[in-house]
């Protein structure tokens, strides 16, 4: 209740402001817990979003019920240290989930955040926007300040996608 208290107060200034609240992740650990929190949150201001790490074999489901039109996720591969039994270990899984929650969100009419400094898997990304003909508006790639991208990022832009950089 303390959280949720605490949260009611910053989402209250999160919409006096129109300002944009994403509700990040950390350990699996807190994934429940932080995902009950976001839910809380979005009955009160719609100007919300959730992370969702692809190495966990658990965000298919949390994403198959989270995403629709006006739904807002960040997509990211994922760094903490988990248990093989409840996330991908080799990267090629990881990058096919990845590529598995993409289809998902462009199915379900939500905005996507791609944050991956994962060339071949941006390439593939790409393909599926293509071949789906997704509208620029519902996606957006995102990265870490300092990250060398030899070039992509003005590469991502030229070709008129939306690049974040996270700072």
Same mark, same amino acid.
């Given at each position: 209740?303390?959280?949720?208290?605490?949260?009611?107060?910053?989402?209250?200034?999160?919409?006096?402001?129109?300002?944009? &609240?994403?509700? *990040? +992740?950390?350990?699996?650990?807190?994934?429940? #817990?932080?995902?009950?929190?976001? %839910?809380?949150?979005?009955?009160?201001?719609?100007?919300?979003?959730?992370?969702?790490?692809? $190495?966990?074999? !658990?965000?298919?489901? #949390?994403?198959?019920?989270? @995403?629709?039109?006006?739904?807002?996720?960040?997509?990211?591969?994922?760094?903490?240290?988990?248990?093989?039994?409840?996330?991908?270990? *080799?990267?090629?899984?990881? !990058?096919?989930?990845? &590529? !598995? =929650?993409?289809?998902? +969100?462009?199915?379900?009419? @939500?905005?996507?955040?791609? @944050?991956?400094? %994962?060339?071949?898997?941006? *390439? !593939?990304?790409? *393909? =599926?926007?293509?071949?789906?003909? &997704?509208?620029? %508006?519902?996606?957006?790639?995102?990265?870490?300040?300092?990250?060398? +991208?030899?070039?992509?990022?003005? %590469?991502?832009?030229?070709?008129? $996608?939306?690049?974040?950089? $996270?700072?």
């Amino acid at each position: 209740n303390t959280a949720k208290k605490n949260f009611e107060r910053i989402i209250n200034n999160a919409e006096k402001y129109s300002n944009f &609240l994403r509700f *990040d +992740m950390e350990s699996s650990s807190h994934t429940n #817990d932080t995902l009950k929190i976001y %839910d809380y949150c979005l009955k009160k201001y719609s100007g919300v979003g959730v992370v969702l790490q692809a $190495y966990l074999k !658990r965000s298919i489901s #949390d994403l198959e019920r989270l @995403a629709k039109p006006g739904f807002n996720a960040r997509i990211c591969k994922g760094i903490y240290k988990e248990n093989p039994s409840i996330a991908y270990q *080799d990267p090629e899984e990881i !990058r096919i989930n990845f &590529l !598995r =929650m993409v289809e998902i +969100m462009i199915s379900k009419e @939500a905005y996507a955040c791609y @944050a991956t400094h %994962d060339q071949n898997l941006i *390439d !593939r990304i790409i *393909d =599926m926007i293509k071949k789906h003909k &997704l509208s620029t %508006d519902k996606f957006e790639f995102q990265v870490l300040y300092g990250v060398p +991208m030899n070039g992509r990022l003005e %590469d991502l832009i030229k070709n008129g $996608y939306k690049v974040r950089v $996270y700072v």
